[in-house]
Nanobody
Framework: QVHLVESGGGLVQAGGSLRLSCAASGRTFSRYAMGWFRQAPGKEREFVAQISGSGRTTYYADSVKGRFSISRDNAKNTVFLQMNSLKPEDTAAYYC????????????????????WGQGTQVTVSS
């Protein structure tokens, strides 16, 4: 089992920045592709960003490309999501996810391929 705990959410004004963290349990973290997803009330969960186990490959949703950056520190079993130039439409609960048995994130992963999910951290962007 892999336990994921997100942190760093909060209330921020439009144009501001937040840095989300996701701490993972386990000793094989570097093998996991990691992803960030978000879900606003009444909407489907949507993909935000993905990073391969090595950190060498990343993918971003078009809606956040150029504003958000995903990174990881495998020594600390942690993945980050740096969010800049935040917009009210970024308001959502943000979840991190881990793919333990996939392709290590070299290729883009579908949502169903992720094996573990955190409980989320709320990001609210005011205008």
């Amino acid at each position: 089992q892999v336990h994921l705990v997100e942190s760093g959410g909060g209330l921020v004004q439009a144009g501001g920045s937040l840095r989300l963290s996701c701490a993972a349990s386990g000793r094989t973290f570097s093998r996991y592709a990691m992803g960030w997803f978000r879900q606003a009330p009444g909407k489907e969960r949507e993909f935000v960003a993905q990073i391969s186990g090595s950190g060498r490959t990343t993918y971003y949703a078009d809606s956040v490309k150029g504003r958000f950056s995903i990174s990881r520190d495998n020594a600390k079993n942690t993945v980050f999501l740096q969010m800049n130039s935040l917009k009210p439409e970024d308001t959502a609960a943000y979840y991190c996810a881990a793919d333990e048995m996939g392709n290590s994130g070299t290729y883009y992963l579908q949502e169903y391929e992720y094996d573990y999910w955190g409980q989320g951290t709320q990001v609210t962007v005011s205008s």
